[in-house]
């Protein structure tokens, strides 16, 4: 392969991104009590934040895919992802002041 | 002075399981916080553990610093370090991010307690790789950016032209893009033992600007991901661009609740 516009890249492995890391370590891999646990609603909301800031909600469903929106490991114990991403946006904003979320996760 | 166990109390910080491991495998690598890395082990199986203040990784300090995206990514960059050393000498089964026991006892407890369930994922993952998979819209292809500089002289780009005149819009190359997304996943998934996909990354944290289209891993035996390859080719690729991570720990084909001890 030479790499042409159309062509099928094939990328070598440097550096893991970052992404591509946070979306393994966080909440893949076994999941075991350890002796010191932070509070079940603390990693709900941990995942979702990152969530946040790991999916392009609205690019994505721009280009016909939302998937993710019946995908029960994904929505799993909340009452509504989307729901919760609306909270959470406000609750990202207190804490992130200088930073802009721009997804919009409502229907409307 | 009401905090000084907060401050100087340690904790056993667990990476991961393996099997048979050397333990000079892992000693070269520097873990969380900076911390040594060792194995504590029962029989055959071996935990890769570091000592940590509880300071900084115990239930307040985690609560903290989990809200720290520079913690957070030296803790996850130092954790996956660890696996991806391990995992060159043998099978290895990681756990999540920050699974911390008060002393080495607990991880052994844990070893004995749960020893059938690591021998089952470590069995599960024997031989295998993970792959990931990441596919993005080419940005030549968008239709501001297709001023015709193709080889006039091949049939392939000569087709390639007259599909781009048919998309007249964005969207067009969008919902196509969307398509080949599928057309690959389903390609690559029916070559590999498992697959698992995972949402579009946004560009403030991976600092991609393309659009991503599908992200997603897949587990192959060995070490190569040649036929993994081919189900691309044959599948087709345009209008997006693909590019392969790996090898991973096998992170995302491991996932286990395991109930605490009897």
């Known amino acids: 392969m030479t790499g042409g516009p159309h062509s099928y890249h094939r990328s070598p492995a440097p550096q893991a991104d970052l992404a591509d890391i946070l979306e393994r370590v966080l909440d893949k891999g076994i999941v075991v009590a350890g002796d010191i646990r932070i509070n079940l609603f603390d990693i709900e909301l941990l995942t979702i934040k990152l969530r946040l800031l790991v999916v392009s909600v609205d690019k994505a469903r721009e280009m016909g895919i939302d998937w993710w929106e019946h995908d029960p490991s994904l929505s799993s114990g909340q009452p509504s992802l989307l729901e919760e991403n609306r909270r959470l946006r406000h609750r990202l904003e207190e804490l992130e002041p200088g930073m802009h979320t721009e997804q919009r996760t409502d229907r409307d | ?262």
Not at chain 2, 128 to 135: D, I, N, Q, V
Not at chain 2, 139 to 163: E, F, I, M, N, V
Not at chain 2, 177 to 195: F, G, L, Y
Not at chain 2, 223 to 232: F, H, I, K, M, Q
């Open chain 2, 1 to 262: 002075v009401t905090d000084v166990s907060d401050r100087t109390e340690l904790g056993s910080y667990v990476y991961g399981v393996a099997r048979d491991l050397d333990p000079a495998t892992v000693t070269a690598v520097s873990g969380v916080a900076g911390s040594p890395v060792r194995a504590v082990s029962r029989g055959a199986l071996t935990a890769l553990v570091s000592t940590v203040a509880l300071a900084e990784f115990g239930a307040p300090g985690l609560r903290r610093n989990f809200e720290d995206l520079g913690w957070l990514e030296r803790t996850a960059r130092a954790h996956h370090a660890v696996l991806a050393a391990a995992v060159r000498d043998g099978p290895v089964v990681p756990l999540r991010l920050a699974t911390i026991y008060h002393g080495d006892d607990g991880v052994r407890a844990l070893l004995a307690e749960r020893g059938a369930i690591f021998d089952a994922a470590l069995r599960r993952v024997q031989g295998r790789t993970e792959w990931g998979l990441k596919a993005y819209l080419d940005p030549a292809q968008h239709p501001a950016s297709t001023a015709d500089h193709a080889d006039p002289g091949s049939s392939g780009t000569a087709y390639l032209r007259r599909r781009r005149a048919q998309l007249h819009s964005g969207e067009e190359v969008r919902h196509a893009a969307a398509r080949q997304a599928e057309t690959i996943h389903r390609a690559v998934s029916a070559a590999a033992e498992a697959a698992r996909r995972y949402p579009p990354q946004d560009g403030r944290v991976s600092g991609e600007s393309r659009e991503m289209v599908l992200n997603a891993a897949y587990l192959l035996a060995g070490t190569g991901r040649a036929s993994l390859d081919e189900a691309v080719d044959q599948a087709g690729t345009w209008p997006l661009r693909v590019e392969w991570t790996g090898p991973w720990v096998p992170y995302s084909f491991v996932e286990v609740e395991v109930e605490p001890g009897p």
